[in-house]
């Protein structure tokens, strides 16, 4: 019962800080509102057990990735833009777009999977997803990394000011 | 409620939504940037808990949810890198103005 109640407070935290990083208007609010939601989810995959991917979540995301967002935004010389008119016509399109895949795939997951319980499961632990990650997924995850060098130099060589 | 899978399900559904309305609603790029981390949120909570539902006891949801978390940040670093970079050329992130490859 108790956990209920923590569940749906989370639940609830991510949806409306996702509204709210969508919707506001000003670059700043949205990023904090986008970590407060991303720091929430970590909160989700403790309450499915993966105490691993939630501390991942919270230094990866939150740490990195939110903090740079913020960054480049208080980097950036400030600008005095005026409320632009939207084109209503493509607020509409992506509007009806998104709510078509929601109300899609909302009928998929209904039908299939209203009222389903997790059984009693045992996750995976990290050992196991070590001892995998380096077996059977060893050549993945050296992709990874050399794509993670990749993007850190080409971040540097596209932020680097020409003389 | 926490023991039961649709909610989890109905969670990552709402992320991926509402980061799809925002990319093809706002124009100002970094705000296009923070909802494809909403979506890449989304997507990582939906392959969870269908990895507890469905396979049980199997570590693929959790290396893939590490890839995506890997990926996201290559992708947020070399986003953040272009965006300065226009921003510096052109003093402007609006997605409607970048025109020039549009060709």
């Known amino acids: ?163 | 409620m926490a023991g039961s899978l649709f909610p989890y399900l109905l969670l990552s559904l709402i992320l991926i939504s509402l980061g799809l309305i925002g990319i093809l609603v706002r124009r100002n790029l970094i705000i296009m940037l923070i909802c494809i981390e909403l979506v890449l949120n989304g997507v990582s909570i939906n392959l969870l808990a269908l990895n507890k539902f469905s396979v049980n006891g199997s570590a693929m949801g959790q290396i893939l949810a590490i890839f995506i978390v890997a990926l996201a940040a290559a992708e947020t670093t070399i986003a953040l890198g272009l965006i300065f970079l226009i921003f510096r050329h052109y003093k402007e992130i609006d997605a409607e103005k970048l025109t020039e490859l549009k060709g």
């Not at chain 1, 939630?54 to 010389?77: C, D, E, K, R």
């Open chain 1, 1 to 163: 019962m108790f956990s209920d109640v923590i569940f749906i407070i989370f639940w609830l935290v991510i949806v409306v800080f996702a509204a709210l990083a969508v919707f506001l208007q000003k670059p700043i609010y949205n990023a904090f509102s986008m970590a407060i939601s991303i720091f929430s989810v970590a909160g989700m995959y403790i309450f499915l057990g993966y105490e691993f991917l939630a501390a991942l979540q919270v230094l990866v995301y939150v740490g990195a990735i939110s903090v740079a967002i913020i960054f480049v935004i208080m980097l950036s010389p400030p600008v005095t833009v005026k409320p632009k008119k939207l084109n209503p016509f493509k607020v509409l399109i992506g509007i009806v777009t998104a709510l078509t895949f929601f109300g899609l795939f909302f009928i998929l997951f209904y039908q299939k999977y209203a009222g389903s319980k997790f059984g009693n499961v045992v996750n995976a632990n990290i050992n196991e997803v070590g001892t995998v990650l380096a077996t059977k997924y060893a050549v993945p995850f050296e992709i990874i990394s050399v794509i993670l060098l990749v993007a850190i130099l080409g971040a540097i060589v596209l932020a680097k000011k020409e003389d």
